[in-house]
């Protein structure tokens, strides 16, 4: 064998043994669905029962919406993460901190609140889904309540207090974060409690719950497992799970990754949300339309993040950053698609030739656009070479 042949065997002996070593990763993200057009939802956590100036912030929410569709004439939209109670602080406090008792979202305390929402659901703007019965786990909160007092003033405060005052750990719903580490929940727990909260939005939006997100982001298979007995056909994810808060209180015991598309042991699709926008944080506009071409060229549907509190401080600025970045993601991508989770979750499980690509160039394409992220196979594909023939699947260097 002459020497060009055996130099080129070294390398293509190389290049397979980089392949070989990723082909997990590497092979996820070929069966990940690859979408024919961009699609663009945003998602919105946190709305419900809580302070009373959400009914104006999600009016003006609405309208802004409406005014801006795509080329089916779909108006954009917004997923609602609904919590159905919060403290009522007068009753607690009458108990001196010693029994919870919640003012739940059905409350008249709310109506404004949940004509709000309706209306947005009603004119196609608003999606609802399940964020939680309340953004905390009760006993955890009481239980901290003894010793704090910032969690036992806002446990008692006449009105409803935003939840993002708490102590971060404390906001989580699906362990008890009284102490760190967090404690995990029994079984039967967490069965009674997404039965309880899954009767409650039936009973507020007149059908189960479809889609779920976890508050902070903390669940487990257990807590999947009891909403697939409740209807919850697919959660939202940041693409791994944590399963409890450690010691310094940060989501941790991380013990899944996942790609949108893929299926939950109870049978739930994932998605992926992973686009952050949060305007009061100093986010510009830009970042929404960055992330959709991003997520577009890896032939993915874009979820966007962006919170409540957007909306109740510096409402003018983030609802103006909101429109002028919805309007130059449609500018940027006029066949860009509006969407609801639930729609994007079924389409994928059904493989809908609408929505899905099936076409082998662009799954190629969309394959290369994604395998930058797999961590460290960026770096030893360029240093083994093996990054040029990679990019000529995505027609770039």
Partial sequence: MTMPALALAAILLLWAAVLLAFASPLAARWREPVLRRPVLIVESDDWGAGPLQQADA??????????????????????????????DGPRIAATHCTEYHALPLSDPHFDAVRAAIQAGIRSGVFAPQLHGQCHYWPPALMAAAQDNPIVRDWLTAPDPAPTENLPSP??????????????????DAIRQAAATEAHDYQALFGSAPQVAVATTFIWNDAVEAAWAQTGVEAII?????????????????????????????????????????????????????????????????????????????????????????????????????FAAPIELARAIRQRDPAWIETRLRPRLAAWRARLDEIPRFRRLSQLSGLALPLALLGGRA
């Fill in 237 to 337: 994810t940041p693409g791994r799970r944590a399963t409890c808060r450690n010691d310094a209180g940060q989501p941790g015991c991380v013990d899944a990754t996942m790609l949108t598309g893929e299926r939950s042991l109870s049978g739930q699709t994932w998605l992926v949300r992973d686009v952050y926008f949060e305007p009061a944080l100093g986010h510009a506009p830009q970042r929404l339309v960055d992330g959709l071409q991003a997520r577009t060229r890896q032939g993915r549907a874009c979820l966007v993040e962006t919170h409540r509190f957007n909306f109740l401080q510096a409402s003018g600025a983030s609802l103006a950053a909101l429109e002028t970045g919805l309007r130059e993601a449609l500018a940027n991508c006029p066949d860009l698609r």
């Fill in 170 to 187: 404390l906001q989580s719903r699906w362990v008890d974060a009284s102490s760190l580490p967090s404690h995990a929940l029994t079984p």
């Fill in 58 to 87: 999600l009016t003006r929410l609405a309208g802004t919406l409406q005014g801006i569709r795509d080329q089916r004439g779909r108006p954009a939209v917004m997923t609602l993460g609904v919590i159905l109670e919060v403290p």
